[in-house]
């Protein structure tokens, strides 16, 4: 149970610092290090059990069941050891952190930092890949945000950081999923003990290289190396805290809790020693040429990370072993000379020391603790820093396999600590040596040198208490290889090579410091072409350049490129499938006349044209040929009915189209050239793609059932032989009625629309307008051999489209097709007047709507006396001689349709054609009357009646009236 | 006609849910057609919110049915409510709940996020007598009823027919919602055309689709395609044609690269709220109608369409990730993320297992808590027009008047960073769950290297959700954009909308484990 309660002690505590940062300011950091070291203490009270009897803390409760997640916690000597650095160095920090920072409130950073000792001791306990990639998370988070706490000049550095150790994450996930799939469990402990990794040796590799690139964006080994000092942005607290001794250990925690099964991977082996040797030494070659102490403790800290990496690759129970003494030694020396730089940093305003005058006189404490630190990362004995070196060097002497690979690598690292204590001394030396000077704000006081002093002497004190790590040191190797291990860390193990090689160390790097003004003139250039964050600045850039270039595809205000990308998406991959030769079964019969391909000639010719004209007019009479070309089609094919229809369709449209096209400039904008290019480009191959599609795709299937039934049923149940009216009128009943009901809402949304948006009162387009003058536009005398035509043919199609209508039921015909007629009537009326206002049909068109969906409404509401809703009722009326008229009631409900048709079409005549009374009244000329009367406007919203104000008399016309 | 005619026997029961909400939009054309306009608004609020929970409450009621029985076939076939159709009937209800909120909400001087007229010209006199009238268009709600309607018979559809009158149905009342926005009319107007423009290529596509799969199968319904797919020989050119022309008549709503290009002209320029309650509730139910096609139909045909849908898939990810990154104006970005989202989901979808349909489930209603909530929040932060005294104006959506909002208005804007990061996936928000849940599913399926474009597209994602929480936080507002940029004070709809959508997203990621066991139970369909 004591797991969940550090957890959510220190939770408490992340809600409680609004509260404290309110009531103490900065000091609000005391309570939180009472806090930390409170629950350091309760972990430490777990030694006997975990480290001493070998016991695990356990503790689960389940998260996500469903996707098998829970709450695995576990203490093992190994999650003892980081868990006791999280909080101990945390209740450091903090304590440092209130005299770090001046007087004032501090709510984002304490509130931060606690979060991320929760995330990082969650990362440490967590049992369950789940959980420990959720807290993995959670610590960049929290390193981003204090990263950006502070401020403008931090905002790039931070989002550098995140991105890549977020990236390391990710790499993280992709192993977590891997390793769940595979074990089908998320318990970490399971995973690691059943999964079988050598049945697939691809895979094994696969996770193994996602575990080592999340461990080495987390730990800043080379090539990531550069974001550590790049997080220098941070203030001091934070680089202690996160970049110097825990979270970037997150990445050795992880290493080492895969070492178990992966530790003899020799790719492992190779990729760990080698990349960790590298970072160590160019970690090390980096701090050796900076001035800046903060930069040349971060580039240290990259270089031990380095170390830590290379002596876990080495995989040995000793090399285990020597990594855990490491560990420890390293956050308790880089803590102290982090918090110490701070203490410099904050008393002389700089930390550079190029600037800082010998402070040893002036700041003799946190000069002698920096000492102590500087020499146990040096590896000098008497202090720890030399303990875990010597076992370094020594277990990588022992690396199995040929002797000489060993000694190499062992060789690798005492280059990497010669530097080491190069830089040490350097570090030293530039802050306190060389002529003496007084700092800005003098000694720093006891309070602010306690976190600092408290870590540097007991890296000293441990040095000569060194059995009391050894249970820790053989729990963790028993953790981390599965072997029992008796360690006996000591500082004197006697004359051996790891001692001699200690001594080479201490030698070399004396030589370093003695010649440090040769070694910086060699120093003082540009030593690698590329920096770390250039790179990543030009990959970011790179990333933002190709969104901007894909963006810019689809930047585009007109729709038609839109629909291009979609038109050729399908096109395409239609050509591809026929490019792959489908079987396409034959045709049940020959379908092929050679009419046909005359018709086809026709309709190419007619749409080439289409294309190619500038004209509106033209092109709306080119598709109206296309029309009667297809009606002719449906003709030969024996379709009376559909080439009727087809063929009154295509005239009103003509009809309708030149009324709206009246309001239009008569050519088409032009187009470039290259619009035309591409727009021709994806027509052909959306025309060749169906016309594909169709060829292969149809008159391939019998009749339907449906089909079958209607033909073989229609005249026995209906008494109609006209199949398509029967369908219309008696089986399809409900849905006809519900298309009328539809084209009624049509018509009164012409209405609507145009008054509304008062499209009818806009002016005419100037190019129409500029032909007013040419007789040829002269309505009057243009139309006199319409009027003359109209005046016998118009009653004449309305006898017609009676006839149609009463005959539909048994013969082509019907309500629509009779409606249709009689629009035309209408329409050729309507194009016969000399003037718009003299044409107008004074029928109600809105009431014809409306009559006509009343009508059929109500015929099928007669349906009732058979039973169900628009059942046609027959009777046979006895004509006078011999026979019967076979009347059905649904020839009311066609006479419902023909009424409301012709009302559509009348309104859309109509309203259409009304423009030119509006601008009427506005003379042209001089001697140009007006035709109206009355306000067309009022008129126009008084709409559904006969016009009574334009019954002028012809003569009255302007003889210009229609030209506009 | 014929007296062999039997009226089919109708579930009543089964389509409650549907009903409520379609009847309370025939309610409320009467209401708007007969109620005196002061009433109006109240009177249409109330319908349409009692309408919603009555609906979740009909949905919750057939639960237990459903889970005993497996689900029930209704209309001969026409709609089937199983667990999926049922969930997500549920989960459209629920968050058309949240968007009726974010919708009537008004600024403290009354202005809603609509035109005062709709079809008055932009910029005319006659609609600046009608703002000043203070008219409202209330038509609004019945309109956002009708399109909700069809939305949850989408997921249930079980033919072609049905699956095509529910796409026009939810269809048609956003073409027109989109172009009502108050300020920015003619963006508005344009955005309106160009979604009706291709939403009409879309449905011609999915309806000639349709006719093809009737050539193939004789008969509309999905049950029998599918049966159809393993018996009729010799005419796979139908099938596949036909398949491919209604998927992408799906995958043209739910905004899949390449036919996305629609989505971030629309986003922009819709009124917000109709923005939030289009990207989540249309990709709910265009997911859902999707699901049942891929899961009922497609399996004998793996691996002939697979490889476009993986296409498809990947695309979308990259595509919408890499674009989203450089957008300047936030419902830009925000509708480029969605798309990325669309990817995230195919990925769940293409995984073809059972855990795939209850991921994916889970995925968009984590997503549609997250979007309605950041769109809500995209409503209230405006723009100022300079001077003293300046009046509160449109939304302020370029990224840079954002600078700085997280110090002014942390409360919102800590509101809008727990979404963005449920977008990015971060843990312990309901967004991370849904990933993980849909990844997992994928792998499951054997698709293992689909999950790694996913994770690195989500990986280029996290940046740009990132990138705003910066210039929230951290950056200081540019010039003197503190006075520029403002958080509108509304009526508090918005404000219960978006807590609405804080609590989902964190219950969801803290706890997900009870609705994804629901889920589990659920994602079966039934034929």
Known sequence: ?964 | MTAAFVAPEIAWAQLTPVLLVLGAGVIGVLVEAFAPQRVRRPVQLALSLAATAAAIVAVAALWSGVRETGGTVVLDGSIILDGPALVLQGMLALLGLVAFLVIADRTESGEDAFAPSASAVPGSDYEEVARRKGLEQTEVYPLVLFALGGMMIFPAAGDLLTLFVALEVLSLPLYLLSGMARRRRLLSQEASMKYFLLGAFASAFFLFGAALLYGFAGSVRLADIAVATTTVVGMDGLLLAGLVLVLVGLLFKVGAVPFHSWTPDVYQGAPTPITGFMAACTKLAAFGAMLRIVYVVLPPLEWDLMPLLLGVTVITMVVGTVVAIVQTDIKRMLAYSSIAHAGFILVGVVALTQSGISSVLFYLLAYGLATIGAFAIVSLVREVNAGPGGAVVAEATHLSQWSGLGQRHPVLAGAFTLFLLSFAGIPLTAGFAGKFAVFAAAIDGGLAWLVVVGVVASAAAVFFYVRLIVLMFFTDPIGTAGESTTVVRSEGLTTVAIGLGVLGTIALGVFPSPLLDVLADAAVFIP
């Open chain 1, 1 to 964: 149970m004591i797991l969940p309660v550090l957890l959510g002690v220190l939770v408490v505590a992340v809600a409680a610092t609004p509260l404290l940062d309110r009531g103490l300011g900065r000091n609000a950091g005391w309570v939180l290090a009472g806090v930390f070291g409170t629950l350091a203490a309760v972990v430490g009270a777990q030694a006997p059990a975990v480290l001493g009897r070998g016991e695990t803390l356990e503790f689960f409760v389940p998260w996500m069941p469903t996707l098998d997640v829970g709450l695995h916690l576990r203490l093992d000597g190994t999650s003892w050891l980081f868990a006791m650095l999280v909080l101990g160095v945390g209740a450091l920090v903090m304590a440092y952190s209130t005299r770090y920072f001046p007087p004032g409130r501090r709510t984002g950073f304490y509130g931060l930092m606690t979060a991320f000792a929760v995330a990082m001791l969650g990362l440490v306990l967590a049992d369950d890949v789940v959980v420990m990639f959720v807290f993995w998370e959670l610590t960049t988070i929290c390193s981003f945000l204090l990263i950006g706490l502070s401020g403008e000049s931090a905002n790039r550095p931070a989002v550098r950081t995140f991105i890549l150790t977020g990236l390391g994450g990710l790499a993280l996930l992709a192993a977590v999923v891997m390793l769940m799939v595979n074990a089908g469990t998320s318990r970490l402990s399971t995973i690691l003990a059943e999964t079988d990794w050598q049945a697939s040796p691809g895979w094994s590799v696969a996770v193994a290289l996602l575990v080592i690139l999340a461990a080495f964006t987390k730990s800043a080994q080379f090539p990531f190396h550069y974001w550590l000092p790049d997080a220098m942005a941070a203030s001091t607290p934070v680089s202690t805290y996160l970049h110097a001794a825990t979270m970037v250990k997150a990445g050795i925690y992880l290493l080492m809790r895969f070492t178990p099964v992966f530790g003899d991977f020799p790719l492992w082996n190779v990729l760990l020693i080698g990349t960790g040797l590298v970072t160590a030494f160019i970690g090390a070659l980096f701090a050796l040429q900076r001035t800046d102490l903060k930069e040349l403790l971060a580039y240290s800290t990259v270089s031990q990370l380095g170390l830590l990496v290379a002596i876990i690759g080495v995989g040995t129970p000793y090399a285990l072993a020597a990594a855990g003494v490491h560990t420890l030694a390293h956050a308790l020396f880089k803590a102290s000379l982090f918090m110490l730089m701070g203490v410099v940093d904050t008393r002389n305003g700089t930390r550079d020391i190029r600037e800082l005058p010998g402070l040893w006189r002036a700041m003799p404490a946190t000069a002698t603790l920096m000492t102590i630190g500087a020499l146990s990362m040096a590896g000098i004995p008497p202090l720890l820093g030399f303990v875990s070196k010597e076992a370094i060097l020594d277990a990588m002497v022992g690396l199995p396999g040929e002797p000489w690979v060993g000694l190499l690598v062992a060789l690798g690292a005492v280059a990497a600590s010669t530097l080491t204590f190069a830089y040490s001394f350097r570090m030293v030396y530039g802050a306190f040596g060389g002529s003496p000077g007084t700092a800005k704000h003098g000694e720093a006081g006891p309070s602010y040198l306690l976190a600092p002093a408290v870590t540097a002497l007991s890296g000293l004190v441990l040095a000569f208490a060194l059995p009391v790590l050894d249970p820790l040191v053989d729990r963790l190797v028993l953790d981390t290889t599965g072997t029992a291990h008796e360690s006996h860390l000591a500082l004197w193990h006697g004359f051996n090579l790891p001692l001699l090689l200690s001594a080479i160390v201490i030698g070399l790097g004396a030589v370093l410091a003695w010649q440090r003004v040769a070694v910086d003139r060699v120093l003082d250039r540009q030593l690698v072409p590329v920096q770390g964050t250039q790179v990543f600045e030009a990959a970011y850039r790179g990333v933002i350049a190709a969104g901007v270039r894909i963006g810019r595809l689809t930047a585009s205000n007109a729709p038609a490129p839109y629909l291009a990308a979609i038109l050729l998406t399908l096109g395409g991959t239609a050509i591809a499938v026929t490019l792959g030769r489908p079987v396409v079964p034959a045709q049940p019969e020959p379908t092929t006349r050679p009419t046909d391909w005359l018709l086809v000639a026709l309709i190419l010719v007619a749409v080439t044209a289409v294309v190619i004209t500038r004209s509106r007019l033209a092109a709306v009479a080119l598709v109206g040929v296309v029309g009667f070309a297809v009606a002719l089609w449906f003709l030969l094919l024996g379709g009376f009915d559909l080439a009727l229809t087809q063929l009154l369709v295509e005239i009103l449209t003509v009809v309708v189209a030149v009324l709206v096209l009246r309001r239009l400039p008569r050519a088409f904008h032009p187009t470039p050239r290259a619009r035309r290019l591409g727009a021709g480009v994806v027509a052909v191959v959306m025309g060749v793609a169906a016309g594909l599609a169709a060829f292969a795709l149809t008159g391939r299937r019998e009749m339907s059932p449906a089909s079958e039934y209607f033909l073989r049923n229609a005249e026995e149940e209906t008494g109609g032989t006209n199949v398509v009216n029967t369908i219309l009128v008696d089986f399809r009943a409900l849905d006809t009625l519900g298309e009328l009901v539809v084209l009624g809402v049509t018509g009164l949304i012409i209405i609507g629309v145009l008054e509304s948006a008062r499209l009818n009162h806009g002016r005419l387009p100037e190019k129409v307008a500029g032909f007013a003058q040419n007789v040829v536009f002269s309505a009057r005398e243009n139309s006199l051999i319409m009027r003359t035509v109209a005046r016998g043919l118009g009653p004449v199609l309305t006898l017609l489209s009676l006839y149609l209508l009463l005959r539909g039921h048994s013969a082509p015909g019907g309500g629509f097709i009779a409606a249709l007629v009689g629009g035309a009537g209408f329409a050729l009326a309507y194009l016969a007047a000399p003037a718009a206002a003299r044409a107008r049909i004074r029928l109600p068109y809105p009431r014809l709507i409306a009559a006509g969906v009343a009508i059929a409404g109500g015929s099928g509401i007669l349906g009732y006396l058979e039973g169900s809703f628009l059942r046609p009722l027959h009777v046979d009326i006895p004509l006078p001689g011999d026979g019967y008229y076979h009347f059905t009631t649904a020839l009311i409900f066609d006479v419902g349709v023909y009424l409301a048709v012709i009302g559509v079409l009348l309104t859309a005549l109509n309203r259409l054609g009304t423009e030119d009374d509006i601008h009427a009244e506005e003379p042209l000329g001089p001697g140009v009357e007006s035709t109206d009367e009355d306000d067309p406007d009022s008129e126009d919203e008084t709409n559904d009646e006969i016009d009574e104000g334009t019954a002028a008399e012809p003569d009255l016309a302007s003889p210009k009236g229609g030209r506009r």
